[in-house]
């Protein structure tokens, strides 16, 4: 046997086999009811979006645990733990960007994993590049909050809500902001908001975050212009402050809103009329003028990330499904979601040309909005009904009235629902998924298709 034999031989042994590429496409807050009312409003009840015509389906139960006990479970998750349980395959608390509850463990990601085998790693979102669901794919704080320099100690993330990641700092022996993580962590590409976080002095007092990226080799896109005119290399695109402006808004940027009852109803519960609120139209947001869209995005990504040398990893996130349902605006969540529907068709196109790309679609977790009925079933009542929480009368392109109720909340805000999540994937994945994985798995499936031992 020739030494040359003998050492491909060994290298066969002992050597991973890559299997192929992954896609990851994650619709913040898409849960069943999101789907569905997209679907309605975009297709029609009897009409199919790209993410329904995936070939396997399986069902994810999101698991959270409490940070003081981390063996009692917590019933309601946040994008945070329950992205580190995608990125990482580990049950943590709410708020922790990879680690573990109560010990404020680093645990291993998805994006580490494929870095030692020399596999392409890239992230797209529509929230900001240092929001929970992407930082939990680079970053190890234990709050989502500490987002940049000025975030770390005692900081507001939510109105009177306060986040502490001393422990964090690098003069503490820690990693630092997300920001400054996200600029260490080799990723190979980045795409999405965020650019306030990077325009501020590292900590110490040193160089502007977006410097510390340029200096480790990134190419910066601040505007659509720019992101087509890069077509290789490390590439970090920031084109917006914060979060992306969303594609779609109700007319005048209108919300839900409450049933309101006449004056009768003051005195009695049962006296007097419940008037649910008037029905508006869908229309595009003036201020999405001139961004890149998430096909964009995504399409510039497998672009770039596509080699003949190598696999890559690629996560996709369509982030204000969820945003605009905590602010119970529908159109702006139906909107976002034709981005992640658009952005799949995509990822699809290029899984017809690479067959051994795994697509897998699914959510973090669960949201508020609901589809109900526009005419009560008890509308014939002598009593008035009123509707809990806000009401959203949105006028589908068929002419008709779907109503959506939001009502997990009564402050500025709505919250998060525990159900279980959808997880479709291409044909790829026969055989792979069973009908029911917890949350962790999905890191599981990833990395056994990623990086296939011998």
Known sequence: MSKTLALLIALSITAPVFAGNVVLIIGDGMDDQQISIARNYLVGTRGMLSVDKLPV????????????????PVYVADSANSATSMASGVVTSRGRIGTTAGTDEDVVN?????????????LVTTASITDATPAAFYAHTNSRGCQNPEMMVNAEFYPRFFVDCSADLKSNGGKGSIAE??????????????????TLASEGGGDEVISLAEQAGYQLA?????????????????FSSSTMPVIWRGEDDRAAEQSEMTWPGLIHWALGEAIDPEPMRCEDNP???????????????????????????????????????????????????QQLNDALDSASNYAQKHPDTLILVTADHGHAAQIVPDASLF?????????PGRLSRIITP????????YGTSDFFTEEHTGVSVPLM?????????????SQPQVFNIVRDYLIEED
């Open 57 to 72: 389906r399986s069902n994810v139960q999101v698991l959270t645990v409490s940070d003081k006990d981390p063996s009692q």
């Open 110 to 122: 998805i994006i580490e994993l494929a870095q030692q085998h020399d596999i392409r790693t890239g």
């Open 181 to 198: 993580q996200l600029v260490t962590s080799g990723v190979d590409l980045m795409l999405g908001g965020g650019l306030k976080h990077f």
């Open 222 to 238: 601040l505007d659509l212009e720019q992101l087509n005119s890069i077509e290789q290399g490390k590439l970090l695109g920031l």
């Open 287 to 337: 201020e999405f003028a001139g961004q890149p869209t998430l096909q964009q995005m995504t399409e510039k990504a497998l672009s770039i990330l596509d080699s003949d040398d190598g696999d890559f990893f690629l996560m996709v996130e369509s982030a204000s499904i969820d945003k605009q349902a905590h602010y119970r605006k529908t159109c702006g969540s139906i909107g976002e979601l």
């Open 379 to 387: 509308a014939s009542s002598p009593y008035p009904i009123y509707r």
């Open 398 to 405: 068929q002419g008709n009235i779907m109503a959506v109720n």
């Open 425 to 437: 994937a291409n044909k790829v994945a026969l055989g792979r998924l069973p009908s029911m994985i």
